[in-house]
């Protein structure tokens, strides 16, 4: 009886169906519970970078974000979907990022009052604080999270009043068009300081950055500087070739030694720049290059020679060149010397109780506003930065380099691809249809 009961076709379909849709929702179910994305692209064009990730994983709290932008814009469209489709990208990892959006056009006097200039501009709220963004994309939007997340700013002050690299200014020679910007980006505060006024470098300095002098120092000058050192500030020293100019004191007090001469690179020859460019590429493991794999360019680096244990070696550069003092191509064993080269350090150690930090290059144009877009010069300028702040969970990730999506095609390869396309693929459906043609009719 019980078999004829389930022999039954109309019932056993009705059970099938029944178990089908409850398998459906128990899976339906059990991946809203555990929701899991794969994104396939070739450059994981719909996915975060880890350093936003990461930025996002600071946050402990809700993120607001407002965005002001009509329903249509001349040239892109439905900006909102746009924005939207973007910021959702945020949300997979922060569930409680709120976005809003508001006409300018219909409520003018909130546009007003946010002090809105651009159809699209998106105001960051976080804790109160708030960031304007009037271009929108994954390093901006990043960055000003990074800045927000930073419950104070850190003063970055650097040495000032003797033909120093500006780190805020704007020609070639100074540091501030892309890595000052960056900085101020993450939440750094700029300032210069001209010891020959300063009593003293201020207390709530976070670093002092020291570059190239093009006078010499006054002896009052250096004196302070070795106090800051003395009592555990923290130091970005960038030296370029050329004589110190009065801050042999603190190369001594250091204990490095900088022998004169440049580095000469045959490797970068081969990549079409000057053999006065050291490439790095050989990273030693520290918290600074972790995860740090781009090309940096050192344009007339000067090697470093240190004594004591309490240095650690960053970089290593011109594994098959030389030290010249004539910058000439070609190397002369009587006045060169062979390479590789250390043109990085960084050094820690406890004093008085302060957890002191150093960082010293040899070579400050690497971050000038002419050659900090090479590579990776400004990624590692700001990861020095970030460590010697101990903000190592500020230290991000680098950025995807993006790949080439470009075909280059020969004359004949387009041809044959042409008449594949024009004449090839036609005749073959032709073929098709007149064989099955020519099946039915035998049949």
Known sequence: MTRKFFA????????FVLLLAGAALGLGY?????PVERDLTSNSENSLEPASISALRQLSEPVEI?????????????????IKDFISLYQRYKRDIKLTFVDPEKEPEKARAANIQLNGEMVVEYQGRSEHLTTIN????????????????????YLDGNGERKLDGSANYDLGLIFGAKLKQNGFRIASLNLAIAQDVPANASMLVIT????????????????YVDRGGNLLWLIDPGPLHGLERLAERLNLQLPPGIVIDPAAAKMNAPDTWALGTDYSPHAITSGFNLITAFPSARPLIWSGNHWHALLDVAQTGWMSASSSGKFDKQRDTR????????????VNGVDQRIVVVGNGAFLSNSFAGNGGNVDLGVNMVNWLAHDEKHIALQPRKAKDSNITLSKNQLTGISVGFLVGIPLVLTGIGIYLWWVRRRA
């Open 66 to 82: 407002t965005v002001y932008a009509t329903t249509k814009d001349v040239h892109m469209g439905d900006i909102r979907k746009i």
């Open 339 to 350: 390479g590789p080269f250390t043109i990085a350090l960084a050094a820690e150690h406890d």
């Open 8 to 15: 039954t076709n109309p019932l056993r379909n009705l059970i």
């Open 138 to 157: 994954e390093d901006t939007l990043t960055g000003a999270l990074l800045h927000l997340a930073h419950a104070t700013n850190q003063t970055v002050m």
């Open 212 to 227: 190239q002098p093009q006078v010499d120092l006054m002896p009052g000058e250096v004196e302070k500087i070795l106090r």
């Open 30 to 34: 059990l991946a809203s519970l555990h």
